[in-house]
């Protein structure tokens, strides 16, 4: 059983990382690197690094939430209902926000990106499809951040099950 606890643990772990360094280091760097150029399309530029690598990060939570569900009832004999079903949660939000930011709003974002012709950096900002393209931006942030706080919970309590 402490295998499978510690390939779990292993697994969230390294997603966890990558979804961090995405979020502190290649998003913001795509966007300062690209605009330093000044170019007149460096958002539109950065923009298409950043959601190509938010689709891995996005895919790859859903998969590894896939994977720590399954294994989740292969355990299920571990000490703690309330840390059975804490995890589970964990679990379930970690799987609802990846696939969600991946499925629903990054697919509606690609949608309003092709349906303004121009780089984004050229429409105008009181555009309603730019609008709707900026709360959709919001929205993809709070679920990867979400997405990465349960993933942080959840490896607390997979780390409590290697003491048992």
């Known amino acids: 059983m402490t295998f499978i606890n510690f390939s779990r643990l292993i697994m ?3 997603w966890l990382g990558a979804a961090v360094f995405f979020s ?3 998003a913001p760097a795509a966007f300062g690197v690209l605009r330093s150029f000044a170019l ?3 958002s539109e530029l950065a923009g298409s690094i950043v959601t190509r690598t938010l689709s891995i990060i996005n895919v790859s939570g ?3 939430g896939l994977f720590l569900l ?3 009832f292969v355990r299920r004999s571990a000490p703690g209902r309330f840390l059975f079903i804490a995890e589970f949660v964990c679990i379930g939000v970690l799987l609802l926000t990846t696939g969600i930011g991946h499925w629903v709003i990054a697919a509606r974002m690609r949608g309003l990106r092709a349906a303004m012709y ?3 950096d050229q429409v105008p900002v009181d555009d309603a499809r ?3 393209f900026n709360a959709l931006h919001g929205y993809s942030v709070n679920a990867l951040a979400i997405a990465m706080i349960a ?3 959840a490896i607390v309590l997979i780390s409590r099950g290697l003491k048992s």
Do not use: D, G, K, Q
């Open 12 to 14: 969230l772990s390294l």
């Open 24 to 26: 502190v280091a290649v």
């Open 62 to 64: 859903f998969v590894v």
């Open 70 to 72: 399954l294994t989740l």
């Open 151 to 153: 993933a942080l919970i």
């Open 40 to 42: 007149p399309n460096s």
């Open 118 to 120: 121009l780089p984004i």
């Open 130 to 132: 730019r609008v709707a």
